[in-house]
């Protein structure tokens, strides 16, 4: 039998309260009483905070709290929603108002009074001293400063901290020395990669906090991870975990922004002080200050045999985590797995240094880490395959983990792998060997053709904890109710957890109701949305719980068609035996049965557990451009980005992760930067200055899925959340080097960089 909703293009349970403008935000939603809560931040980028006057803002008619450092507990926590694990790093450096400024931006006091127009005057009474403090800007700077040091406290691993360093992974595998020397070709490259915003339809940064009964604090958040935030808001408060309660709606996209807190402590203690409600939405230019993509600079030595086979491979890489810690560290330790688990070489060195800068804090950011490494990685490979006059394409799959080896960043048996598919498809479609052998243009716009390569994780086990939790419930009419605490980012996952649930159960689709407001209270344990994992790790959950929900149907519907609960089978609504299709009773009357037949009770089932595996997904993308060597600007032709997904659960939202994720590769290959001055400020916190794509800038995007069915995922269900943009800077870095020869080791790759490369070409010719 075929599936009756897996693979299916179900309409989005979400569609229409989306389309007809039910689905209510955070800023939508208003509470009786509320309060606009606002934060002071920093002009300075490096200052010690002398003293605060806040007397003529608390004087001021409609303000009921101000609040600062010296007001609010001084515990220190850290913003990144990590779960205890020897992975995460999670050194302890921020407080609800910082005691120091560390960046222009860093919030110093709060607000909270009757409406924005009071609030804001508020905020102008607010009467800072301020000293300022020599700035660190560079990464490399920071690596070596020992007299200005932007932390003086961190609490955490002691051995990871020295002067502005907070992270320092090494990692070994053989002996790299000993692969060099058995090395026909030696090549060695730095490369850089910029700080990028993860520019959410929403702003980050919108909480509503509550106190109610028993002096609990509600907090209804844009958040990726519900009960993390509720543990870390509950650490900066000094309260219970008990007393914190996370209600999560609809949000308008996360890309990793949203992945631990943002503002919520601060709502909260501004609501537990003035005891009303309080919001707290940081608008667009806010939301620049929060979190980004870590800014890179790798180098890279590689050794490798002339038939093109890796004989040892090291990185060093320094990241620029910015003001405060949050991700950087485990960020790194992770980018060092990317690094290691990409190509099979017996030889293999690394050397990760976080440091600290006085810029916005970095944290996740959709692909975490791996879009950094794939750039510098895939860019060397492609000269590698030149130099060894090596089809890239071959160079690719002579070299990759495939199934059954052991996945360096798992150190898991690599379950299904789908690349040598995704490669054949995309060659042809892209009409690659034509196009590579084609005569060179030799006009004023010129035209070349370049892949990219990844594999990427379906969660982060074992590096994290990976629960997730579920709650099926069979109602008397025979639909579903299926509870689950982070069910959808607009990612269409709430969708295909649904198909999950109905195709195990053996109902239809249209009969289960997802909840889209998770609640902390209600809903089971779960880490949140990362990593990829809502389908593989929380899909794994849904099918746990709908199993043991199925377990009792049967055993109900054996009663009432005296067989046994193995004869029967579930499917469209239906029970029935397997050895005769045709006796069958629908579901509604088994659960109706259950509900008011003798021993009433609703049939339900539980899961609260952690997926079986992790298993990788690849993908192989590739570009044509062209190349304006007058100008240097580079126009993305067209865009074939094959992926292994293993199996589709809900097509249309493969397909548009993939085209959504190529959006914000191309960015990052070419167009995005968040941007400074020598003092620290920013220069492009807004949608007019930092230069996202729009749809009339985008290239023809063919996704093309295979579905290499995974063995431990539901129904053969891997990732596809991260992967879309992983591999698509080094693409387009590779066509621009087919184009007119010029390999760009710095992101993004801007007209003036471009041309400026293609000035020295010219004059070293």
Not at 72 to 100: H, M, R, V
Not at 531 to 546: K, M, N, P, W
Not at 589 to 618: C, K, L, R, W
Not at 628 to 650: R, S, Y
């Amino acid at each position: 039998m075929g599936y009756s909703t897996v693979g299916k293009e179900e309409v989005k349970v979400d569609a229409k309260a989306k389309v007809t403008g039910q689905a209510r935000y955070v800023d939508d939603m208003y509470v009786r009483n509320m309060l606009v809560g606002k934060v002071l931040r920093s002009p300075y980028a490096h200052a010690e905070i002398v003293n605060i006057d806040t007397s003529k803002a608390e004087a001021l008619d409609g303000v009921e709290a101000v609040l600062t450092y010296e007001d609010t507990p001084k515990i220190p926590f850290n913003f990144a929603g990590f779960p205890p694990s020897e992975a995460a790093i999670l050194i302890e450096d921020q407080y609800i108002f910082s005691d120091k400024a560390r960046f222009v931006g860093d919030p110093i006091a709060g607000v909270a009074a009757v409406d924005e127009e009071t609030a804001k005057k508020a905020l102008e009474l607010i009467e800072v001293e301020y000293k300022e403090l020599p700035i660190i800007l560079d990464s490399k700077e920071a690596l070596e400063e020992k007299e200005v040091l932007i932390h003086t406290d961190q609490k955490g691993p002691q051995e990871h901290i020295d002067g502005n360093i907070c992270g320092k992974i090494p990692a070994v595998i053989g002996d790299v020395e000993e692969g060099f020397e058995d090395a026909d070709y030696i090549f060695e490259d730095t490369y850089e990669t910029q700080k990028v915003f993860q520019a959410s339809m929403e702003p980050c940064g919108v909480a509503i906090a509550e106190v109610g009964l028993n002096d609990r604090i509600k907090i209804t958040t844009s958040t990726q991870m519900p009960h993390l935030v509720r543990k870390i808001t509950a650490q900066a408060l000094g309260m219970r975990i008990r007393d914190i309660q996370i209600i999560k709606p609809f949000i308008g996209g996360g890309f990793g922004s949203r992945l631990g807190i943002v503002n919520e402590p601060i709502a909260a203690i501004l609501a537990k002080v003035t005891r009303k409600p309080v919001k707290v939405a940081y608008d667009r230019e806010e939301s620049f200050f929060t979190e980004s993509r870590h800014p890179t600079t790798i180098t890279l030595k590689t050794g490798v045999k002339e038939d093109g086979t890796f004989t040892a491979r090291q990185m060093e890489v320094l990241v620029d985590t910015g003001a405060y810690v949050t991700h950087g560290p485990s960020l790194t330790a992770v980018l060092t797995g990317w690094f290691l688990a990409m190509y099979k070489t017996p030889n293999l060195k690394s050397e990760g240094r976080t440091v600290h800068t006085n810029t916005p804090p970095a944290g996740a950011f959709r692909g975490y880490g791996n879009p950094q490494v794939a750039f510098a990685v895939e860019s060397q490979v492609d000269k590698i395959a030149e130099e060894l006059e090596i089809d890239p394409t071959e160079m690719r799959l002579k070299n990759h983990p495939c199934k059954d080896d052991v996945w360096l960043w798992s150190k898991m048996p690599i379950e299904s792998c789908g690349l040598e598919e995704c490669m054949e498809k995309g060659m042809k479609a892209i009409n690659w060997e034509e196009k590579r052998n084609r005569e060179k243009d030799t006009g004023t716009k010129r035209r070349g053709v370049g892949l990219g390569y990844m594999m990427h994780v379906s969660g982060a086990v074992p590096e994290l904890h990976e629960n997730s939790s579920a709650n099926v419930k069979i109602n008397e009419d025979g639909s579903v109710n299926l509870t689950y605490a982070c069910s959808d980012l607009g990612t269409g996952s709430a969708t295909a957890l649904s198909q999950i649930c109905a195709e195990t159960l053996g109902v239809k689709f249209e009969d289960v109701v997802i909840t889209q407001d998770a609640d902390t209270d209600v809903a089971g344990f779960e880490i949140g949305s990362h990593a990829s994992r809502q389908i593989y790790a929380g899909g794994y959950a849904v099918e746990q719980a709908a199993l043991e929900a199925r377990e009792g149907l049967l055993k109900m519907a054996s009663k009432m068609m005296d067989c046994e609960p193995d004869e029967l089978e579930t499917k469209d609504g239906y029970v029935f035996k397997k050895e005769d299709p045709k006796e069958r009773t629908s579901i509604e009357d088994v659960s109706y049965e259950a509900h008011f037949g003798e021993h009433g009770h609703q049939i339900m089932g539980a899961a609260s557990t952690e997926p079986p595996g992790n298993p990788p997904v690849y993908a192989v993308q590739f570009v044509e451009v062209e190349v304006d060597i007058e100008t240097g600007k580079v126009d993305v032709i067209d865009f074939v980005a094959a992926h292994d997904a293993g199996t589709m659960i809900h097509p249309p939202s493969v397909e548009g992760q993939i085209e959504g994720a190529v959006q914000q590769g191309v960015g990052f290959a070419l167009t995005e930067q968040m941007q400074y001055n020598d003092k620290g400020e920013p220069l492009n916190a807004n949608f007019s200055d930092y230069k996202v794509l729009t749809s009339v800038d985008m290239p023809n995007i063919h996704p093309i899925v295979v579905e290499a069915a995974s063995e431990t995922g539901a129904f053969g269900a891997k990732s596809i959340g991260e992967s879309g943009l992983v591999p698509s800077a080094p693409a387009i870095a590779n066509a621009i080097y087919d184009a007119v020869g010029i390999r760009v080791k710095e992101l993004p790759i801007t007209p003036e960089r471009l041309l400026e490369a293609l000035k020295e070409k010219e004059e070293s010719n």
